[in-house]
C-alpha cells in the first residue's frame, strides 16, 4: 500500500482549524513562497537536515564523503547542502548527532495510531484533523484511504491548500473533507510570479469549493512592502462579498522565525521587514473600512 511521505504531526494543533487538533504535515509543494516558514516541506523527498552546533571537529563526515562538499573550517565541519541534500549516509557517520533526516514514510495504520491517540481532546473541543503541508494535495493518494478510515470514526477533517493544484485533485477531495484552510498570498501576477514562483487563482478553487458547499478559511501572509497594498484588501472584500461559504478570513503577520534556514529557497537571502505596531494597525483599519467579515490576526479578532 502507498506510504505518505510526512514531515510531522503536531498534535494539540490549535491553529488549523476548530477545536484541538492533530495537524499531519505532508513533504513536497510546487511552490517558492519567498517568505515560507516550513522549507523543509518544499522537497518531496528525504532530505539531509545539518545542525553544525554540536560537531567536534571529529572529520569523520569528511573523510566519508572524501572532502567532496564538506569543508572543516575553524574546528567544525560545513557542508554543502546543495551537494549533500540527499547523502543520507551522513546520519550514522556522524557520532555527535549533528545529521537528521527530514521526512519519513508512514502508513496509513501508523499515521491512524498517531491520530486516534487524542481522540478524547477532538470530542471535547469539536476537534479532529488537518492535512497540512508542504501541499497534502500532491499525496492526496495517500490521504484518500487515511482521511476514509478516520471519517468512519467520525473525525472532523481539514485540508490546508496553497492554492496550486494544476492536477485538478480538489475536486476529488470533496466527499471527505469538512472544512478548508485556503492561501490568499497575493492580488497580482507580478507579486506571485517574483515571490511565489506561479500564478495563482484561489477563487477557482473557492468557486469549486462553494459550489459544493463546503465552508473555507482564507488564508493570507501579509509581507509589509510586498503583498500588502490596497489591491489585496480589495481583493478580499470582493471575495468576502462573492462567496458566503468564507466563514474566516486569518490575516498572518510575516515573522523571521525561519526554522531552518539551510533549505534552499528561490529567494532564500531575501528576507522582509516584520510588521511594526503601526503597520498592523492600517491593515485592521483596511480591513475595518471594507467591512470583511470575521477577520483574525494573531488571536486578536478585527471583524464580527
Ligand atoms: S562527523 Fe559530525 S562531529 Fe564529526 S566533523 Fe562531521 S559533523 Fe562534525
Ligand atoms: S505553499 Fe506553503 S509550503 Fe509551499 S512554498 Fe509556499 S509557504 Fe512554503
Not at 71 to 78: L, Q, R, S, Y
Not at 109 to 129: H, L
Request: hydrophobic share 40%; net charge negative.
Amino acid at each position: 500500500m502507498t506510504k505518505g511521505l510526512i514531515f510531522d504531526i503536531q498534535r494539540f494543533s490549535v491553529n488549523d482549524g476548530p477545536g484541538i487538533r492533530t495537524t499531519v504535515f505532508f513533504k513536497g509543494c510546487g511552490l517558492r513562497c519567498a517568505w515560507c516558514h516550513n522549507p523543509e516541506s518544499i522537497a518531496s523527498y528525504q532530505q539531509l537536515s545539518v545542525d553544525s552546533t554540536r560537531c567536534d571537529g571529529c572529520k569523520r563526515c569528511f573523510d566519508y564523503v572524501k572532502g567532496y562538499g564538506i569543508e572543516m573550517i575553524n574546528g567544525k565541519a560545513v557542508i554543502d547542502t546543495n551537494i549533500h541534500d540527499r547523502t543520507l549516509d551522513l546520519v550514522h557517520v556522524c557520532p555527535q548527532g549533528c545529521f537528521s533526516v527530514v521526512g519519513e514514510e508512514k502508513s496509513v495504520d501508523e499515521v491512524v495510531s498517531v491520530i486516534m491517540k487524542d481522540w478524547d481532546y477532538y470530542a471535547e473541543s469539536g476537534g479532529g484533523v488537518t492535512f497540512s503541508g508542504g501541499e497534502a494535495l500532491n499525496q492526496w493518494g495517500f490521504i484518500e484511504p487515511l482521511a476514509r478510515i478516520l471519517k468512519e470514526k467520525g473525525l472532523h477533517l481539514t485540508l490546508d491548500i496553497s492554492g496550486y493544484d494544476p492536477a485538478g485533485i480538489l475536486t476529488k477531495t470533496l466527499g471527505l473533507i469538512d472544512l478548508y484552510l485556503l492561501d490568499v498570498k497575493a492580488s497580482s501576477d507580478d507579486i506571485y510570479h517574483k515571490y511565489v514562483g506561479q500564478t495563482l487563482n484561489p477563487e477557482g478553487m473557492l468557486k469549486i469549493l462553494a459550489s459544493a458547499h463546503k465552508p473555507v478559511i482564507l488564508r493570507v501572509p501579509l509581507i509589509a512592502d510586498v503583498n500588502d497594498d490596497s489591491r489585496l484588501f480589495d481583493y478580499l472584500a470582493q471575495l468576502n462579498l462573492a462567496y458566503d461559504n468564507i466563514i474566516e478570513t486569518n490575516l498572518l503577520p510575516y515573522h523571521t522565525l525561519r526554522k531552518k534556514q539551510q533549505f534552499r529557497l528561490l529567494n532564500e537571502r531575501e528576507f522582509f521587514t516584520v510588521a511594526d505596531q503601526d503597520r498592523k494597525n492600517f491593515w485592521k483599519n483596511e480591513i475595518i473600512r471594507r467591512q470583511i467579515r470575521h477577520v483574525i490576526m494573531e488571536n486578536e479578532l478585527l471583524s464580527q
